[in-house]
């Protein structure tokens, strides 16, 4: 494989990263062959001097790395013949990087740095935060003729789609990074829409955790043409590279990972209105068993966003067509009689193990808390009927307090988590569409909330499974936790799921 974008070095902004030797040594376990890479210091610091270092360690990676270098459109009026001189140098890309350097994609001067490009014959890698800055990329860049190498930076990008298939039909030689596609079957539709010739994938090691990309690329369901596509011949052809042989063996975490016996805390059933090619109860079922989910905690989207009744029957329907199945009671703020009848009525299900709502969907001078006075009588009844409550975060401190007997369950909850962990009735959900390390630091949620209240969940099939297991085998926990994470914990936090 060749892993299209990482860091070399120390990223300042989290003082995380990897000298030379820990770069090649991550790439190993990934099963990863090359890897299209720039210094940190050519991004934060001063481009010349950056990209001097960048091809001093591609030499002394014994030709693994391929040199990408950085420009800072802030700092650099760019010309052709210093991009040409780039590409005598070694350097096989250019790469953008505007977020980290304080000026915009909407700037005019991405488009004439895109003309030189061309003229230079010098692929530019963008690093694209979200859509918008596709669209600004497109515009600029589609009409130069630009080879453009579109690399997520978020560490997320379930929502991309739509628009790389607008882009990828107007800009033929545009080539889209598949790294921080989430959904089940999302790297598969967009070979069928796009081809796997136009897409290949970016890590973003270390300022990402990379087995997120990793462990989501092995998982998706590929033909060899595909997967040779976009594991490092359509970036081998974009860059003017010799491909790598095919991926010899997934990271060592990846099997073990995924054959643990495990119980996941957050899925749903229906849609969220997004592409989401595998949402059907087969689609769930197949994916409890590539997993070794021996049982999994859902509720329904439509009962979430539309319908309470509806939804949460779906639930019912799921439930009771398969065992390993444990559904969620939804309610909403804005119903109380309604959501407190839906909570008396599941209750008596002994396959309903919790309440949720996502209160900051509501509104009321804002994105509404749970600690809202609307949530009050619907908390006395989850309490009435000993059900543990998931939900945000927004509000989540207060409600904790005001109810120590209730196990609260706080969904997503891999960033703002210092303060809760102080209430030990909440337990944390690990469920996050972004793999940034800044967002996603797992070891220090453990180290804070304790190895007996982090709990396995995917948010699936929003994000697969893959994507959490590839950001824990990224975090290198002690494997000792794993099974307190995997399962133990959830018994604690939902003690219905013990029946």
Not at 240 to 250: D, F, I, T
Not at 458 to 464: A, Y
């Amino acid at each position: 494989m060749i892993d299209g974008g990482v860091f070399l070095g120390k990223d300042p902004a989290i003082e995380y990263g990897y000298d030379l030797a820990g770069t090649l040594a991550r790439l190993d376990a990934f099963g990863a062959a090359r890897a299209l890479a720039a210094d940190f210091s050519a991004v934060y610091y001063q481009s010349a001097f950056g990209n001097a270092r960048t091809l001093e360690l591609c030499a002394a990676s014994n030709g693994r790395l391929i040199p990408l270098a950085a420009a800072c459109l802030a700092g650099w009026s760019v010309s052709r013949a210093e991009l040409e001189e780039l590409r005598a140098a070694g350097f096989k890309a250019v790469g953008l990087f505007p977020h980290m350097q304080s000026w915009r994609w909407s700037d005019y001067g991405v488009a004439k740095f895109a003309e030189k490009a061309a003229e230079a014959g010098l692929p530019i890698q963008t690093g694209a935060m979200d859509v918008t800055d596709l669209g600004h990329i497109a515009r600029a860049a589609g009409p130069t003729g630009a080879r453009v190498l579109v690399r997520w930076m978020q560490g997320r990008g379930y929502n991309n789609l739509p628009e790389i298939a607008a882009v990828a039909e107007d800009f033929p030689e545009f080539l889209f990074d598949v790294g921080c596609v989430t959904q089940t079957g999302g790297i598969r539709w967009l070979c069928e829409r796009v081809g796997s010739k136009r897409l290949y994938m970016a890590s973003n090691s270390p300022t990402c955790l990379e087995g997120a990309t990793y462990f989501s690329l092995y998982t998706a369901d590929l033909d060899d043409a595909d997967r040779a596509n976009i594991e490092g011949a359509s970036l081998a052809a974009a860059l003017g590279v010799q491909a790598p042989p095919r991926r010899a063996s997934a990271h060592p975490f990846w099997t073990a990972h995924r054959r643990a016996p495990k119980i996941d805390t957050h899925w749903h059933t229906g849609a969220w209105n997004i592409i989401e090619p595998a949402i059907s109860h087969a689609a769930i079922r197949a994916e409890l068993d590539a997993y070794g989910i021996e049982k999994m905690v859902t509720s329904s989207i439509l009962a979430l966003n539309h319908d309470l009744a509806a939804g949460n029957a779906d639930t019912e329907r799921l439930v009771a067509a398969d065992k390993r199945v444990y559904g969620l009671i939804v309610v909403n703020p804005w119903r109380p009689a309604q959501s407190i009848a839906e909570i008396e009525r599941l209750a008596a299900n002994p396959r309903f193990v919790a309440v949720k709502t996502i209160q900051d969907f509501y509104y009321a001078d804002g994105p509404m808390r749970i600690d809202h006075p609307a949530y009050r009588p619907i908390l006395e009844a989850a309490r009435r009927f000993d059900l543990p409550v998931m939900c945000h975060l927004p509000g989540l401190e207060n409600v904790a307090d005001a109810f120590p007997e209730i196990h609260f369950v706080a969904a997503h909850s891999t960033w703002r988590y210092r303060e809760l962990a102080k209430r030990p009735n909440i337990y944390f959900d690990i469920a996050t569409s972004s793999a940034l390390r800044r967002n996603c630091d797992l070891r220090d949620l453990v180290a804070h909330a304790g190895p007996d209240r982090v709990i396995f969940s995917t948010d699936s099939q929003l994000m697969n499974p893959a994507w959490t297991l590839g950001k824990m085998a990224s975090a290198d926990l002690d494997t000792a936790l794993l099974d307190g994470i995997f399962r133990r914990n959830a018994l604690r936090a939902f003690p219905r799921l013990s029946n």
